[in-house]
């Protein structure tokens, strides 16, 4: 088994690049440690560690534990406080507007009350027709995704929303698209969304953070570097 890839270390955090399909902390169903990043990494570091935020599991990238409890707790404050910056990459399918704005309120539960919600886009690239060959007609964009709030699956539901479900997302696009477009892409069943980066001030020392995970080996099939 591999060991997880560190992005940034110190005596009170740690920042792994999470891959897809791995959650967070135990939950209710019975999982192979292996799919556990709390319990991969606090074996791989040979101590406890306390997740500071969650990502959704087929969401990859930055992931931000604590290595104590009063560090976890700062941590935890400034992401309810919204004092932290959090990038997201998304693939989704067709040429979208250069940039835009999502505030629909969004509920968790259908007799929940809905809640403020707001997310800002920024396409970053495009492809072209004829870009993928099993698919000529396929375009696809890449996208720079910020969410100010952070409501129950609200990126993937304020794409749903526009009409452009992230690539990979069985759950808004649908079974029968998701299969239809991994195998034309080659990324299998993952979902195409990222946890990119994360900025914050050191919970304990103030010092302003930028943690960044690379380039997402599932992205670089559909948008790969120049000369690749």
Same mark, same amino acid.
């Given at each position: 088994?591999?060991?997880?890839?560190?992005?940034y270390?110190?005596?009170?955090?740690?920042?792994?690049?999470?891959?897809?399909?791995?959650?967070?902390?135990?939950?209710?169903?019975?999982? +192979?440690?292996?799919w556990?990043?709390?319990?991969?990494?606090?074996?791989?570091?040979?101590?406890?560690?306390?997740?500071?935020?969650?990502?959704?599991r087929?969401?990859?990238?930055?992931?931000? &534990?604590?290595?104590?409890?009063?560090?976890?707790?700062?941590?935890?404050?400034?992401?309810?406080?919204?004092?932290?910056?959090?990038?997201?990459?998304?693939?989704?399918?067709?040429?979208?507007?250069?940039?835009?704005?999502?505030?629909?309120?969004?509920?968790?539960?259908?007799?929940?009350?809905?809640?403020?919600?707001?997310?800002? &886009?920024?396409?970053?690239?495009?492809?072209?027709?004829? &870009?993928?060959?099993?698919?000529?007609?396929?375009?696809l964009?890449?996208?720079?995704?910020?969410?100010?709030?952070?409501?129950f699956?609200?990126?993937?539901?304020?794409?749903?929303? +526009?009409?452009?479900?992230?690539?990979?997302?069985?759950?808004?696009?649908?079974?029968?698209?998701?299969?239809?477009?991994?195998?034309?892409?080659?990324?299998?069943?993952?979902?195409?969304?990222?946890?990119?980066?994360l900025?914050?001030?050191?919970?304990?020392?103030?010092?302003?953070?930028?943690?960044?995970?690379?380039?997402?080996?599932?992205?670089?099939?559909?948008?790969?570097?120049? +000369?690749?």
């Amino acid at each position: 088994m591999l060991p997880l890839s560190i992005l940034y270390q110190d005596e009170f955090l740690v920042a792994i690049d999470k891959p897809a399909g791995m959650i967070v902390h135990p939950g209710r169903e019975p999982e +192979g440690p292996e799919w556990i990043a709390m319990k991969r990494l606090r074996d791989q570091l040979g101590q406890r560690v306390f997740p500071a935020h969650r990502l959704d599991r087929p969401t990859s990238g930055v992931l931000l &534990f604590a290595l104590d409890k009063e560090t976890c707790g700062r941590a935890q404050r400034a992401f309810e406080l919204r004092n932290v910056v959090k990038t997201y990459h998304a693939i989704v399918c067709g040429n979208v507007p250069q940039r835009w704005i999502c505030e629909t309120p969004l509920r968790t539960n259908p007799e929940d009350e809905e809640r403020s919600a707001k997310t800002s &886009f920024e396409r970053l690239a495009v492809t072209i027709e004829g &870009f993928f060959p099993a698919d000529p007609t396929l375009v696809l964009s890449l996208l720079k995704v910020t969410p100010v709030t952070g409501r129950f699956h609200q990126i993937r539901r304020h794409l749903l929303e +526009g009409g452009r479900p992230i690539v990979g997302d069985f759950r808004y696009a649908g079974m029968d698209r998701s299969f239809e477009l991994g195998e034309v892409l080659g990324t299998g069943t993952r979902m195409l969304l990222q946890s990119k980066v994360l900025e914050l001030d050191h919970p304990l020392t103030g010092v302003p953070l930028k943690i960044e995970a690379p380039m997402d080996a599932e992205f670089a099939k559909c948008f790969p570097a120049p +000369g690749e």
